[in-house]
């Protein structure tokens, strides 16, 4: 598929770009380069290729889940205005 210069305006002016006269020529052939490869994608046969994530077969480490903080509830609270039950307690937002 090869784009003329109205196709490079037209698709210029959807994408809300300001290509001057003298980009013109330029991005056409860009583009045209850009379709001429994605052509030779699609004739890369591909059955039997089952669909991947990521290219390379990536295995996520996992940590132990434990807890690595102390337990600083009663020093966090003590500074707060008021609680209650371990909860920090708040104005009404919502009427």
Known sequence: MSLTLNDVHRIARLARL????????????????????IEQLQAVDTAGVA??????????????????????????QAVAPETEAGLYLVPQVIE
């Open 51 to 76: 669909p991947m994530a990521h290219a390379v077969d990536v295995v996520q480490r996992l940590r132990e889940d434990r807890v690595t903080e102390s337990d600083r509830r009663e020093a966090f």
């Open 18 to 37: 300001d290509v001057s006269a003298a980009e013109v020529e330029k991005t056409r052939d860009q583009l045209n380069g850009i379709l001429s490869f």
